[in-house]
Each structure stands twice: as structure tokens, then as C-alpha cells.
Nanobody, 126 residues
Framework: QVQLFESGGGLVQAGGSLRLSCAGF????????MGWFRQAPGKEREFVAA????????YYADSVKGRFTISRNSAEHTVFLQMDSLKLEDTAVYYC???????????????????WGQGTQVTVSS
């Protein structure tokens, strides 16, 4: 059974930092793209960041560009999201996601991804 497990969420003050981790189990993830989405209360799930299978190409939502950094450790089937300069509007449940096949044509589209984690809560306070 393929599973993704997120960790690292929590409560942080505005301007602070958090580092999310996502570990994949049940198959190899080192040859597929992975990413992060988030969903705030009352809002639709939205794209945050994605990374190619090699780690050589990254994609970011405009709202997090320059503040968040996505990276991966392919040997350990793990992807990370370093979140700095956090804002109140970053408060959401953050979901890890991964493709099941090679390639990534539309990194910001939920439909590009086949596996999803359960999510980890990130709360930014003033």
C-alpha cells in the first residue's frame, strides 16, 4: 500500500519558520515528481510547491515564492518544505503529494498527482 506521511506542522508566530517533511512508503518515489498543496478553512486546496524527480526543477506559487523552499532526498523517498517568514495567511493544512508516473506537465494542478498524505496542520499566530 502506497502511503505518504507528513510531519513538522505546528504553531508558530508570524515571521517564524517551520520545516515540513514527507516520507513515502510502499513504492519508490525517487523517479517521480512530488509536491505540497495546502487548504485553509473554507477555501479550496491550492498548490504550494513542487519538485521534479531529480530535484533539479522546482515550482512555487506566487504567494510563497522567496519564502518557501522545496527539496528532496531521493535516496530516502522524502520531500521537505522549508517555510520562512511565515504569514497569518499561511495557516492551513499542508498536504504532501506525489505522481505515480514520470513527468510533470502541470505542476500546479491537483490532477497531476496520484498519491496524497493525510495532511499536517500549520497555524501562524500574530
Amino acid at each position: 500500500q502506497v502511503q505518504l506521511f507528513e510531519s513538522g506542522g505546528g504553531l508558530v508566530q508570524a515571521g517564524g519558520s517551520l520545516r515540513l517533511s514527507c516520507a513515502g512508503f510502499g513504492r519508490t518515489f525517487n523517479s517521480v515528481a512530488m509536491g505540497w498543496f495546502r487548504q485553509a478553512p473554507g477555501k479550496e486546496r491550492e498548490f504550494v510547491a513542487a519538485i521534479s524527480w531529480s530535484g533539479g526543477t522546482t515550482y512555487y506559487a506566487d504567494s510563497v515564492k522567496g519564502r518557501f523552499t522545496i527539496s528532496r532526498n531521493s535516496a530516502e523517498h522524502t520531500v521537505f518544505l522549508q517555510m520562512d517568514s511565515l504569514k497569518l495567511e499561511d495557516t492551513a493544512v499542508y498536504y504532501c503529494t506525489a505522481r505515480s508516473t514520470l513527468g510533470l506537465e502541470r505542476p500546479m494542478a491537483m490532477g497531476e498527482y496520484d498519491y496524497w498524505g493525510q495532511g499536517t496542520q500549520v497555524t501562524v499566530s500574530s
